[in-house]
């Protein structure tokens, strides 16, 4: 079985900071992972994607990702937030051809 | 653009009413799948199709039904909508590759009066 925990539920935070939302999995096999984005009233966007290779993966948006499988980690990071990243951002986690397992999400609120 | 497109964006149901969501894509993916979201949680996968074999989640209630009459579309028929119910229903598409990524529709926002 797998799992994802995204610790914060909320992170405020001020434009043009940097910000971190962490995610944490747990497999017992190799994993895939994902970031979501979905904006109010609006379906789940690919933010980025870790599959295999280098660690640090690069999205859309100015986000950045990277895999820890020590740590069994994903965080995700952008440097100077905007306030058009208000949103929900999930984690989620794929192990071959199982479904994915959805984090329960972070509200990220950037206020300017 | 390929996509995947859910119609419609906003239903409004009454208890009780049965009512169809529809969802399409142009991915030419063979995995289609349902989502039911309810506010400030994860989406909860209902269903999903493997080309034409269903595969039903444990706990989707049996109010819950789906129909997938071609590759490139599917239906959520919910027989007896209740009050709990109400939620975003969210669609997606998925090719057989082994990492399963999914794209998602734009959801459908449904209301039981």
């Known amino acids: 079985a797998q799992s994802v925990t995204q610790l914060d539920s909320q992170v405020p935070v001020f434009e043009e900071a940097p910000v971190e939302l962490r995610c944490n999995y747990s497999?017992?096999?190799?994993?895939?992972l994902f970031w979501y984005v979905q904006y109010p009233n609006q379906g789940l966007q690919l933010l980025l994607k870790?599959?295999?290779?280098?660690?640090l993966v690069k999205g859309i948006n100015g986000f950045e990702a990277e895999f820890n499988k020590s740590q069994t980690s994903f965080h995700l990071r952008k440097p100077s937030v905007h306030i058009s990243d208000t949103a929900e951002y999930f984690c989620?986690?794929?192990?071959?051809?199982?479904?994915?397992?959805f984090g329960k999400g972070t509200m990220l609120l950037v206020s300017p | 653009d390929a996509m995947v497109i859910q119609n419609p964006r906003y239903q409004v149901t009454q208890f009780g009413k049965p009512v169809t969501l529809s969802c399409s894509q142009t991915?030419?993916?063979?995995?289609m799948y349902w989502y039911q979201q309810k506010s400030s949680q994860a989406p909860k996968l209902l269903f999903h199709?493997?080309?034409?074999?269903?595969?039903n989640e444990a706990d989707t209630p049996d109010n819950f039904q789906s129909r997938r009459p071609n590759t490139s579309f599917c239906f959520l028929d919910i027989r007896s909508p209740g009050l709990g119910d109400a939620a975003m229903y969210l669609c997606?598409?998925?090719?057989?590759?082994?990492?399963?990524?999914?794209?998602f529709g734009p959801g459908t926002r449904l209301t039981v009066l």
């Open positions: 989620a986690v794929s192990s071959g051809y199982s479904t994915l397992t």
């Open positions: 497999s017992s096999v190799s994993v895939y």
């Open positions: 870790y599959l295999s290779g280098s660690t």
């Open positions: 991915l030419n993916h063979n995995v």
């Open positions: 199709y493997y080309d034409k074999d269903f595969n």
């Open positions: 997606a598409a998925g090719g057989t590759s082994s990492y399963n990524e999914q794209f």
